[in-house]
């Protein structure tokens, strides 16, 4: 991949990976060129994924709009969510810049556009600035009650705060005010995290029927639903639901990267290697690039690790020069493939400060353990599964703190219970899980 493709780089979804819908904004006229509807419907624009519309083909619309009327602020609003959008289809984080700009244009106008201001609170959580994006989301809220997208942008910011009944209570009146794929995708992930399996899927297969008739929408519900089950070492259904996205939505890169797992699981590397590549190629987002790493690695190819491991950096400072926020995944990545220890742990703190979740006592813990602090390491274990949440990297970290405190039969155990449950949850670390539980 050469330097210039690092432009396309791209914040990952934030923590429920929940892209939302651009709703019922735009519909195509008998010409084939999307026209806006009503300015109701405009309330429920969302941003996330295209439906029949093209968001480049609406950018251009709603510049010329402003070009004729430069104080309409409600078409500085859209725009703004159309650049968020674009940001997400083309991993190009400028967008982001972009759309703060054009959303800060809209509140001069009108310091009361409910809209514009749920705008800000999405760009800072795909920013990954939860505490700006909960103040955010509340202030919208209290200038539109009714509007179901704030609530999910009040929910998404708690949950990666590690409020969680907060949360939770956010996304249950998001569904009662619109069910929708939106709300049904974060009904599942709330239950996912509660480690009710077989009741998240239930609710995914909701969103899978919601987002009927929308290409990309159906794609990314499969793909949700697919790792679902992947999460439980159901790797069969996990790779249809894969597919059933790709014949949705050829070339879809989620789909590419999960497959490319599937792949890797049934020991075909140099098919997850092609699959991964071509995510990479699609959008080079630091986990898909950091995937390829690892599979070359474990097709006993260091070099070109190495290689793709290098572009990490680079992708991350510019991540970061859009206002991207990324300690916690870099921390992570630097972690797992013992860089500068010592300041992945600090990076690890910061982000914890930040990003007090689950996911970030996790991270927290990994660090501190790969560190040689583990006794520190084991609360921040604990608190990262005191939800219930079945996760198998979560178990494979605490069986490696349990190994480090001396606890043999403790960490055999959880090592057991990660493998029971996938035992191909990480092309990296999956193959000692296995080798330590037995």
Excluded at 157 to 185: C, I, N, Q, T
Excluded at 362 to 368: E, K, P, R
Aim: proline letters at 3%; one cysteine or more; aromatic letters at 8%.
């Amino acid at each position: 991949m050469t330097r210039s493709r690092l432009a396309l780089a791209a914040a990952a979804l934030i923590a429920v990976g929940l892209a939302v819908l651009l709703g019922g904004l735009f519909r195509e006229s008998s010409s084939a060129q999307p026209q806006l509807i009503s300015q109701q419907a405009a309330e429920d624009f969302k941003a996330g994924f295209s439906l029949n519309a093209s968001t480049a083909s609406l950018i251009l619309q709603f510049q010329e709009t402003l070009r004729r009327n430069p104080k309409d602020e409600r078409s500085f609003a859209l725009l703004g969510l159309a650049y968020q959008q674009r940001a997400r289809e083309t991993g190009d984080p400028a967008y982001y810049t972009k759309s703060e700009s054009v959303l800060r244009r809209a509140l001069a106008l009108d310091s009361k556009d409910s809209l514009a201001v749920g705008g800000l609170g999405s760009l800072a959580l795909s920013r990954h600035r939860f505490r700006e994006g909960l103040a955010l989301g509340r202030r919208a809220l209290a200038l539109n009650p009714y509007s179901a997208r704030n609530y999910g942008v009040l929910g998404d910011a708690l949950v990666e705060l590690g409020r969680y009944p907060e949360a939770f209570r956010a996304f249950d009146r998001m569904s009662k005010l619109r069910p929708s794929l939106s709300s049904y995708a974060r009904v599942s992930y709330g239950r996912e995290l509660l480690g009710q399996t077989a009741r998240a899927i239930r609710a995914m297969k909701l969103a899978v029927d919601a987002a009927s008739g929308a290409a990309e929408a159906t794609a990314w519900t499969h793909v949700q639903l697919g790792k679902l089950y992947w999460n439980h070492g159901r790797v069969a259904a996990a790779e249809r639901e894969y597919r059933l996205a790709l014949a949705n939505f050829p070339g879809f890169h989620y789909a590419l990267d999960a497959l490319a797992q599937t792949r890797a699981a049934r020991g075909r590397l140099r098919a997850a290697i092609a699959l991964e590549h071509q995510a990479v190629e699609a959008i080079p987002l630091p986990q898909y690039v950091a995937a390829l790493g690892d599979l070359y690695g474990a097709a006993g190819k260091p070099r070109l690790a190495r290689d793709q491991y290098a572009l990490i950096g680079a992708i991350q400072r510019l991540l970061r020069s859009n206002g991207v926020k990324t300690d916690l995944e870099t921390a992570l990545f630097d972690v797992d493939h013992a860089i500068a220890l010592p300041r992945a742990l600090e990076r690890a703190r910061v982000a914890h400060a930040e990003r007090p979740s689950i996911d970030g006592d996790d991270v927290l813990g990994w660090a501190l353990a790969r560190n040689g602090r583990c006794g520190e390491a084991l609360g921040y274990s604990r608190r990262a599964l005191h939800l219930g949440t079945q996760d198998p990297l979560k178990f494979f970290h605490r069986g490696m703190i349990e190994r480090c405190l001396g606890h043999r039969e403790a960490a055999r155990v959880w090592f057991a219970r990660a493998v029971a449950l996938n035992p191909h949850f990480s092309v990296l670390w999956a193959p000692t899980a296995r080798r330590l539980a037995r």
